[in-house]
């Protein structure tokens, strides 16, 4: 049942106070019971993806998920968003903001007002299964460490694992990541970057807004396309409005570290089909940014995934997909008329990442035109 809207206000303006309050005091996190294995001694290393949605976003996630030193989390977000899905998307970065600071630091108390039962269960999450360090011992003690990660099966034998078990897992980890399409304005996030208790940066990935918006034709998204709208005047909701608000907002994010002394260092953008094009070369590129190193079996699961037409229905992708070919599929699925439509909503997202347009029918058809810049970089 919802809420009253009064009730909406008084919880985000506790959480907007709680959150001034932590940049005044020492770090606030109770004191958990430590998992088996311990803590790192160093600080850990906090790594927010930040996109927008079809953006390639949960594939870059998996990368990191990927890895036997980070503990990921996919889209905290969204159940912040399906809780108080009556407000508008900048109201709702405030409470997310505050999530994510307690999250990074592995305090899972505050996740709890945002699930449906009251944040017992890590299955009240609906995104669990997608962490492999939630579906794998110490947090779930279904499954032998031989066993290995089976998001399938994480989903029944895993789903009765306590939240506070998750705060545990958490804490034994090097590195702390988790991904959003929640954030469209990254100055919100500024005073995560002074707070001590974290080392945060930034992975900003952008993808062309013509593959988007076809993917977005396929996959409609009604009650986050609402929210992004919320505030505007017109409350006519089409693909090509709420594209031009999300490409407005990769622009305003990718302005944020050139004016803020304190990303300086922390930030790094990339485009997803630069992953998709080169992704040894460009996950490299990624782990070094994150303090990571890469294995051979990850470089291996990267080439599996991103060159092969494979079903895999218990790893950590759905699917396996030739990604120089997926970037490209926008250019023979739509209509010229709409592809010039959110070139022209668009512009100046796709002047500052590097995407071409096309000027005619003929031109986009012609898969041999390049339209995506190769030598683009905003270093």
Same mark, same amino acid.
């Given at each position: ?65 990927? /890895? ?24 709702? /970065? ?34 669990? &299964? ?44 090097? /590195? ?27 992975? /900003? ?7 988007? *918006?076809?993917?977005? &034709? ?71 940014? *994150? ?19 494979? &079903? ?68």
């Amino acid at each position: 049942m919802m809420l009253p809207r009064s009730k909406y206000f008084i919880l985000l303006s506790i959480s907007i106070f709680l959150f001034s309050l932590f940049q005044f005091l020492p770090s606030t996190t109770p004191s958990l019971t430590r998992s088996p294995y311990s803590a790192p001694k160093k600080k850990p290393v906090h790594l927010l993806v930040v996109s927008s949605w079809r953006s390639g976003s949960s594939f870059l996630g998996q990368i990191f998920n990927h /890895h036997g030193d980070v503990f990921y989390l996919f889209e905290p977000g969204h159940s912040v968003w399906m809780k108080l899905r009556g407000e508008s998307l900048e109201l709702l /970065h405030y409470p997310l903001r505050d999530l994510l600071r307690s999250l990074f630091t592995c305090d899972v108390s505050p996740l709890q007002q945002y699930l449906p039962k009251g944040g017992k269960y890590i299955s009240e999450m609906g995104f669990f &299964a997608e962490s492999r360090a939630l579906c794998t011992p110490p947090a779930c003690s279904a499954f032998l460490p031989s066993e290995g990660y089976d998001r399938l099966s994480c989903y029944h034998r895993c789903k009765n694992t306590l939240l506070d078990k998750m705060a545990e897992t958490c804490k034994a980890y090097s /590195h702390v990541v988790m991904k959003t399409v929640r954030i469209l304005d990254l100055s919100v996030l500024l005073p995560l970057f002074r707070d001590p208790n974290l080392d945060l940066r930034i992975l /900003h990935l952008v993808r062309d807004p013509r593959a988007i *918006a076809l993917s977005k &034709a396929y996959f409609p998204l009604q009650i986050e396309d609402r929210i992004v709208l919320k505030n505007e005047e017109n409350t006519n909701i089409t693909i090509s409005r709420v594209m031009e608000k999300i490409c407005r907002s990769q622009v305003d994010i990718n302005s944020v570290p050139k004016a803020a002394e304190v990303l300086k260092g922390r930030y790094l953008a990339i485009r997803h089909e630069d992953l998709a094009n080169e992704p040894l070369k460009n996950v490299k590129k990624i782990y070094n940014f *994150a303090g990571l190193q890469p294995t051979k079996d990850l470089e291996q699961w990267i080439y599996n995934i991103t060159h092969k037409e494979v &079903a895999d229905y218990k790893g950590f992708m759905t699917f396996s997909r030739d990604s120089s070919k997926t970037v490209q599929r926008w250019r023979t699925a739509l209509g010229f008329s709409f592809v010039n439509q959110i070139q022209e909503k668009c512009k100046a997202a796709m002047d500052l990442f590097g995407y071409r347009p096309a000027k005619s029918q003929k031109e986009q058809k012609n898969l041999t035109l390049e339209l995506v810049k190769k030598d683009w970089s905003l270093e």
